[in-house]
T-cell receptor
Framework: SQTIHQWPATLVQPVGSPLSLECTVE??????LYWYRQAAGRGLQLLFY??????ISSEVPQNLSASRPQDRQFILSSKKLLLSDSGFYLC???????????FGNGTRLTVT | EDQVTQSPEALRLQEGESSSLNCSYT??????LFWYRQDPGKGPEFLFT???AGEEKEKERLKATLTKKESFLHITAPKPEDSATYLC??????????FGAGTRLTVKP
């Protein structure tokens, strides 16, 4: 069966510090991978998605970037965090064009 | 503008009191509608996929239905462990997945 791992679960970082969040998927090959941000009381906002190694599409201009160095690994990064980067970050995967997304357990990021 | 709207924002029920959550959508073309359950501090957990109007899916106390403009998640005789936020998402023809803001359900014993 497929599983998705996302870490860390919580993170407190000062403004201006770098960020690296990791996500790995097991039990499937060539998944589509996604990074979402969830704000309280609002829908999930798609940040990045990837259909293959080295292929990254960005949905919104921001202070973040994403990379996919391996088939089942997706990384969300920032060189310098802003206060507005605080939030709940979710990694997700799916296979097939009409299949549902499957989410990790998220990372709660607080920028102080 | 394409959008997905869930109502109510919050719902408080007594244990055993059945009710329904609504997800209405205005999108250019629907390829699928998904329901998720999200517990506090966790990622959304997939529940159902509906692909065409008239389709229904059931799982334990939950039943999801779909029309051309909206979907309902019916909860029959809920228990406290059904308390969670329920999200719906619409997959559009252009491959965009659009999420609603969710309904926060609380079931009191």
């Amino acid at each position: 069966s497929q599983t998705i791992h996302q870490w860390p679960a919580t993170l407190v970082q000062p403004v201006g510090s770098p960020l690296s969040l990791e996500c790995t998927v097991e039990g499937t090959s060539n998944p589509n991978l996604y990074w979402y941000r969830q704000a309280a009381g609002r829908g999930l906002q798609l940040l990045f998605y990837s259909v293959g190694i080295g292929q990254i599409s960005s949905e919104v201009p921001q202070n973040l970037s994403a990379s996919r160095p391996q088939d089942r690994q997706f990384i969300l990064s920032s060189k310098k965090l802003l206060l507005s980067d605080s939030g709940f970050y979710l990694c997700a995967w799916r296979t097939g064009n009409n299949s549902p997304l499957h989410f990790g357990n998220g990372t709660r990021l607080t920028v102080t | 503008e394409d959008q997905v709207t869930q109502s109510p924002e919050a719902l408080r029920l007594q244990e055993g009191e059945s009710s329904s959550l609504n997800c209405s959508y205005t999108v250019s073309g629907l390829r699928g509608l998904f329901w998720y359950r999200q517990d506090p501090g966790k990622g959304p957990e997939f529940l159902f996929t509906l692909y065409s109007a008239g389709e229904e899916k059931e799982k334990e106390r939950l039943k999801a239905t779909l029309t051309k403009k909206e979907s309902f998640l019916h909860i029959t005789a809920p228990k406290p462990e059904d308390s969670a936020t329920y999200l719906c998402a619409v997959l559009e023809n252009n491959n965009d997945m659009r999420f609603g803001a969710g309904t926060r359900l609380t079931v009191k014993p």
